[in-house]
């Protein structure tokens, strides 16, 4: 078992690495039938492109998700529909500078798998992260808005905006802002402090971390009650991407805290009166908004002095360079998206099977 592919029913296998000649995904249980406009995907591919954006990579990658298979266009249609069959999927990297990392060849990057690849499969690939670099997360995001076109269906969304970055905490949660600025802060006036933040830690040759909040409205039913709790799921999808190292759902950590009157959330006729479980009670989605927050950490690579060793074990000190983020954040925000995305789809499938089961 390789670790590469995510899901049960809706299934999803990504390939390819930061420097190779591509990266990309094959989903495997997308029902047939469901319109997939590549436009919408692409413009999902858009928002995690590197070159744009406050913090944005200096890498320039058009990002051009081309869809290889699984799909047909029906006569006296222009978009094409799922077959049903392997949709695969390719984003070609175009702007992959592996000559940046010559100096790093027998040297452990801090933060990064270096040590970790190496102990697991005894090579020293320097060209980049390779599998654990961000790169990867292009095929997610591919994967990922395959698997919005079934959710709409169902009328499941998903939103994902920056709660925290650097340091500075939003004081508000207007959505409405959160296409106003780069960040997809909810909050104007913490917005323009997080410019100032990125801009301060870039002159300082550091990086900066922070937190992403998912909201996803989702009918009541979707999980299962033990090992497959939704959250654990959720969970799981999140975690896997690179940059995340801890999620919470609904209250999260500040349930520590409460009492169980506090904690509880009362249920009127017209639902819930508060959300503290974050929308899924054992394991099972209630109808009450998802609610997720993923802590972003620091892009590893900074351009400061760093302490480490290289192949021989011998003290070495380094100064990473190449072209880095200051932050994942704004571009890991649909890269969140799309792995609740895909947590979601699997389930939807999962309890569609058990309907068909019942009925």
């Known amino acids: 078992m390789a670790g590469n592919t995510f899901g049960?029913?809706?299934?999803?296998?990504?390939?390819g690495e930061s420097h190779g000649t591509a990266?990309?995904?094959?989903?495997?249980?997308?029902?047939?039938?469901?319109?997939l406009d590549p436009r919408e995907l692409q413009l999902e591919m858009d928002r995690r492109r590197p070159g744009q954006g406050g913090a944005s990579s200096p890498r320039?990658?058009?990002d051009r998700v081309e869809i290889l298979s699984g799909v047909f266009i029906r006569a006296g249609e222009e978009l094409p529909r799922t077959t049903g069959t392997p949709?695969?999927?390719a984003i070609y990297n175009k702007d992959a500078h592996s000559k940046s990392y010559d100096g790093l060849r027998d040297i452990f990057r801090p933060g990064h798998g270096d040590v970790t690849y190496l102990a697991k499969y005894g090579i020293r690939d320097h060209r980049g992260g390779g599998r654990a670099s961000a790169r990867e997360t292009a095929a997610r995001v591919a994967a990922g808005a395959v698997a919005k076109q079934l959710l709409l269906q169902y009328k499941i969304e998903v939103c994902a905006y920056t709660v925290a970055l650097g340091g500075i905490h939003v004081q508000q949660r207007d959505l409405s802002l959160i296409h106003d600025n780069s960040y997809y802060c909810p909050d104007a006036e913490a917005a323009v402090k997080m410019e100032q933040r990125v801009q301060e830690v870039r002159s300082q040759g550091d990086t900066v971390g922070g937190i992403v909040e998912i909201l996803a409205c989702c009918p009541a039913g979707l999980?299962?009650?033990?090992?497959?709790?939704?959250?654990?799921?959720?969970?799981?999808?999140?975690?896997?991407?690179?940059?995340?190292?801890?999620?919470?759902v609904g209250a999260g950590f500040a349930v520590a805290d409460m009492l169980g009157s506090e904690n509880n959330d009362p249920i009127g006729p017209s639902g819930f009166l508060s959300n503290n479980a974050g929308g899924i009670l054992a394991g099972?989605?209630?109808g009450a908004p998802l609610v997720i927050r993923v802590a972003v950490k620091p892009i590893p690579s900074i351009s400061q002095e760093q302490q480490t060793v290289n192949l021989a074990n011998e003290p070495v000190t380094i100064k990473v360079g190449g072209r880095h983020d200051i932050s994942a954040i704004p571009r890991i925000i649909p890269v969140c998206e799309?792995?609740?995305?895909?947590?979601l789809a699997d389930h939807l499938l999962r309890q569609m099977a058990v309907d068909c089961q019942e009925g």
């Open 60 to 62: 320039q990658e058009p």
């Open 8 to 15: 049960k029913l809706f299934r999803v296998t990504t390939w």
């Open 338 to 343: 799309a792995m609740v995305r895909l947590t």
């Open 23 to 35: 990266v990309g995904a094959v989903i495997d249980g997308c029902p047939p039938g469901i319109i």
């Open 223 to 248: 999980g299962e009650p033990v090992f497959d709790k939704l959250e654990a799921e959720l969970a799981h999808g999140l975690m896997s991407i690179g940059a995340v190292k801890g999620v919470e």
């Open 284 to 286: 099972i989605s209630s």
């Open 87 to 89: 949709i695969s999927l």
